[in-house]
Antibody
């Protein structure tokens, strides 16, 4: 079964940091680009970051550029999101998501999502 | 960044009726890299349509995606009770950043 499981969320003070993790199973992890998408309470989906299968190329939303870093360890089937300089507006459920096709150079639609991990930024 | 605008914000219909949801992009979406997702409360989104008009695996044929360039639509031909949910469009492709629309809530009338 193809599965994504996130962890690492929690309550953090403004200006703090966290590292979110996502463990993948049931597919050849290194062949697929992976992304992070977040959803603030009661709000819509927001694309956050994505990284190609080899890990060498990544992209970020303007709202998180310079504060968040996406990375992956293909030997461990793990996706990460290092989140620094957190703000109240970063409070959200963070989902990791798998690209639907193993295409080189293209970030694709997401066919598999994790259950999400909640990040709350508050003093 | 391409901005996606969905309309209407809320759509109130009855089971058996036809639903049409719109997604308009601020600039042309290359190669029709446009997807639609369904999300129910407390659940992760579910992929319905990719490439503007291709149904994802296991998605019933009452879900129909269409459009190109800047104007896209999701049509649900005959609403089933389980179709009442939030729907989001999503633009993807070669060059991030990418984006989602703000969503359309499909509710039972």
């Amino acid at each position: 079964e193809v599965q994504l499981v996130e962890s690492g969320g929690g309550l953090v003070q403004p200006g703090g940091s966290l590292r979110l993790s996502c463990v993948a199973s049931g597919f050849t992890f290194s062949e697929f680009a992976m992304s992070w998408v977040r959803q603030a309470p009661g709000k819509g989906l927001e694309w956050v970051a994505a990284v190609h299968g080899g890990g060498s190329s990544a992209g970020y939303a303007d709202a998180v550029k310079g504060r968040f870093t996406v990375s992956r360890d293909n030997s461990k089937n793990m996706l990460y999101l290092q989140v620094n300089s957190l703000r109240a507006e970063d409070t959200a459920v963070y989902y990791c998501a798998k690209d639907s096709w193993p295409r080189n150079g293209v970030f694709d639609a997401f066919d598999i999502w994790g259950q999400g991990t909640m990040v709350t930024v508050s003093s | 960044e391409i901005v996606l605008t969905q309309s209407p914000g809320t759509l109130s219909l009855s089971p058996g009726e036809r639903a049409t949801l719109s997604c308009r992009a601020s600039q042309s979406v290359s190669s029709d890299y446009l997807a639609w997702y369904q999300q129910k409360p407390g659940q992760a989104p579910k992929l319905l349509i990719y490439g503007a008009s291709s149904r994802a695996t296991g998605i019933p044929d009452r879900f129909i995606g269409s459009g190109s360039g800047t104007d896209f639509s999701l049509t649900i031909s005959r609403l089933e009770p389980e179709d009442f949910a939030m729907y989001y469009c999503h633009q993807y492709g070669r060059s991030p950043p990418f984006s989602f629309g703000q969503g359309t809530k499909l509710e039972i009338k």
